[in-house]
T-cell receptor
């Protein structure tokens, strides 16, 4: 399993963009990069995932480095509700395996009003 | 609401006892996963069932077992409980069919187990 390195914590101001970095230098060629987040007192929640190209959805954008050794989750306008622990997880995307996720310590994002 | 239902929400029991945690996956999801989250270990994958059969095992203790029933709900059985088993237990579900890609896992709200 690929190891990941994420900052322990980050702070952001409300309505400003947030860039959450992740290093995954040992990622395999076929592993996707998944991002999940866990809000206080809740179960983890899927955010986004991608393989090589940058990806966008209604929640966030994912920028993947050309060598795939790092990626950045971008929240375009942070809200108070985005305060959570964000996990970067390399892993398989094959049907049936999406939930075999190896969670690291993640980045705790605080959002200030 | 993720569509994954876990019961009970809270459970307090004594050391040495046995408990059963229940998970109802999203309608139609064939895979169910169990996770344990404790303060010192973080989120740890325990076990996965796919359409009634065990598919993958993680850091699951021998005192713990799980099963998935024909209606796809799952139960996690924890026996000979120790103080260190106190944790949040999450269930997740995914996948409508084998081979499906670009899907995600949906997590329930968890069961908080306290062993006293």
């Amino acid at each position: 399993d690929a190891k990941t390195t994420q900052p322990n914590s980050m702070e952001s101001n409300e309505e400003e963009p947030v860039h959450l970095p992740c290093n995954h230098s040992t990622i395999s060629g076929t592993d996707y990069i998944h991002w999940y987040r866990q809000l206080p007192s809740q179960g983890p929640e899927y955010v986004i995932h991608g393989l090589t190209s940058n990806v966008n959805n209604r929640m966030a954008s994912l920028a993947i480095a050309e060598d795939r050794k790092s990626s950045t989750l971008i929240l375009h306008r942070a809200t108070l509700r985005d305060a959570a622990v964000y996990y970067c997880i390399p892993g398989d995307d094959y049907g049936g395996s999406q939930g075999n996720l190896i969670f690291g310590k993640g980045t705790k994002l605080s959002v200030k009003p | 609401d993720s569509g994954v239902t876990q019961t009970p929400k809270h459970l307090i029991t004594a050391t040495g006892q046995r408990v059963t945690l229940r998970c109802s996956p999203r309608s139609g999801d064939l895979s169910v996963y169990w996770y344990q989250q404790s303060l010192d270990q973080g989120l740890q994958f325990l076990i996965q069932y796919y359409n009634g059969e065990e598919r993958a095992k993680g850091n699951i203790l021998e005192r713990f077992s799980a099963q998935q029933f024909p209606d796809l709900h799952s139960e996690l059985n924890l026996s000979s409980l120790e103080l260190g088993d106190s944790a949040l237990y999450f269930c997740a579900s995914s996948v409508m069919m084998e081979g499906a890609r670009n899907t995600e896992a949906f997590f329930g709200q968890g069961t908080r187990l306290t062993v006293v």
